[in-house]
């Protein structure tokens, strides 16, 4: 009999430890947050830098991202953007931005469905692992795609296709 009791033990436990992760608070889950919203706007208008990504999308030739950035208008005191939507999880947007394990992304709406489009989400600019400025894309009119990349700097060379950069 003891054995059995073991075995239902050992079986209990992972159980266990799944209904009390469920029911962790959001700060106990999450730490830090980061808040995404398209305001303030310091390192330059997020209009311009949209018109800027079309523009260079439809070209023909490759061209940094920091070169685009510049076309906008943009200061150049960011080291880094990341692509941030609902189809992503907090743990490999913190991956790709370098940010604590644990932080939580907010502000992001939610998919409707598993097979749904992503709605919208931001390019998060950064620098030195914090949010500099957020620039919101919408469905249908999302100028850039990173493709596996996930994360993008100054000298990341971008091809224009079909109107959008891509990183492939």
Not at 29 to 43: A, D, G, K, T, Y
Not at 82 to 90: C, G, N, T, V
Request: hydrophobic residues 35%; proline residues 8%.
């Amino acid at each position: 009999m003891r054995p059995a009791l073991i075995v239902v033990g050992l079986l209990a436990v992972p159980l266990l430890a799944g209904c009390a992760a469920k029911h962790q608070s959001y700060a106990e889950r999450c730490p830090s947050e980061i808040r995404l919203s398209q305001e303030p706007q310091p390192l330059g208008s997020s209009k311009a830098l949209t018109e800027a990504i079309r523009t260079a999308g439809g070209g023909q030739q490759a061209i940094s991202f920091g070169e685009v950035t510049r076309a906008a208008g943009w200061s150049d005191d960011w080291d880094a953007v990341i692509d941030a939507s609902a189809a992503h999880e907090d743990d490999l947007m913190n991956k790709w931005a370098e940010t604590p394990p644990g932080t939580c992304w907010a502000g992001l709406p939610p998919r409707s469905g598993a097979s749904d489009p992503v709605p919208s989400g931001y390019y998060v600019f950064l620098k030195d692992r914090k949010v500099v400025q957020s620039v919101k894309w919408d469905t249908g009119h999302k100028p850039m795609e990173f493709g596996s990349a996930g994360r993008l700097a100054h000298e990341s060379m971008l091809n224009p296709k079909g109107g959008q950069l891509r990183t492939y």
